[in-house]
């Protein structure tokens, strides 16, 4: 008997008193399990389902049809932004036109963290890309989701202490189940031919790569956008623009 993960979200257009209750109670006389729930986002009640038999959750999805006080608006099999939004009672800011694209706000880290956190997770190759001012929380959010996953994290480059441009890594910083953490910027304009031959390795790897400021990477490489499965944008409030030309000029500065 093999149990299977649902999600299922609902708008409530009148909360009367036992509303929970009762939606509860079909579940359990149809021996669905609840794993999880919680409100998402005003009006909209998100709920992680388990059961062994997916006739049911049709039953289910048709019965609640019925009802007057809601509208059943998700019933599929969960993705990781419907168990983040149940966990964390809202969904992550996705772009309408670039799906792949996901926005943050600073004082949304916890969320964040959480998302880099089960994106880890996933083995194999993977190219997320990390747009940003500087101080905004990109290099430690890419840190504390390694820590989330328990992976390790590995500099190929990078600006938290002070510039670093690596030209080889030690044998047990090339594991693949290590999260590569690679600043756009400073691999293309403080990079080195010994340097980019190592980040053409590092690409190369069936690994996890964390890269801040793809636009500047894309822009100085051989590398394009559809080499990225995930961009996502970090900014200190929703309003601010990300505008590379204000701090590019600092790095070549010190050169």
């Not at 909360?15 to 359990?28: Q, V």
């Not at 959010?141 to 390790?152: D, F, L």
Request: proline residues 3%.
């Amino acid at each position: 008997m093999e149990y299977k993960q649902w999600y299922m979200e609902y708008k409530i257009h009148k909360n009367r008193p036992g509303l929970l209750g009762d939606i509860a109670s079909m579940l359990g006389m149809l021996e669905v399990n609840i794993l999880t729930i919680n409100g998402v986002e005003g009006k909209t009640r998100g709920m992680l389902l388990e059961t062994s038999d997916d006739e049911k959750i049709m039953l289910m999805g048709e019965m609640l049809k019925k009802v007057d006080n809601i509208t059943v608006t998700a019933l599929r099999s969960p993705r990781l932004v419907d168990k983040l939004a149940v966990r964390h009672g809202r969904y992550i800011d996705r772009d309408s036109d670039d799906r792949k694209t996901f926005r943050f706000t600073r004082d949304e880290l916890g969320l964040l963290v959480d998302f880099l956190g089960e994106l880890f997770k996933r083995e194999g190759n993977q190219v997320i890309g990390l747009r940003g001012m500087p101080r905004v929380g990109k290099t430690e959010s890419i840190i504390a989701g390694s820590v989330c996953a328990q992976k390790r994290w590995t500099f190929v480059s990078s600006t938290l202490l002070r510039q670093t441009v690596r030209s080889q890594l030690a044998e047990d910083e090339m594991n693949p189940n290590n999260v590569f953490i690679i600043d756009g910027i400073v691999s293309t304009i403080r990079s080195n031919e010994k340097h980019y031959n190592l980040l053409q390795q590092v690409m190369s790897m069936p690994s996890t790569k964390v890269i801040e400021h793809p636009d500047i990477f894309v822009r100085e490489s051989e590398y394009t956008f559809d080499d990225f499965d995930i961009i996502i944008e970090l900014r200190n409030n929703p309003g601010e623009e990300i505008l590379y030309e204000s701090f590019t000029t600092s790095y070549s500065d010190d050169l």
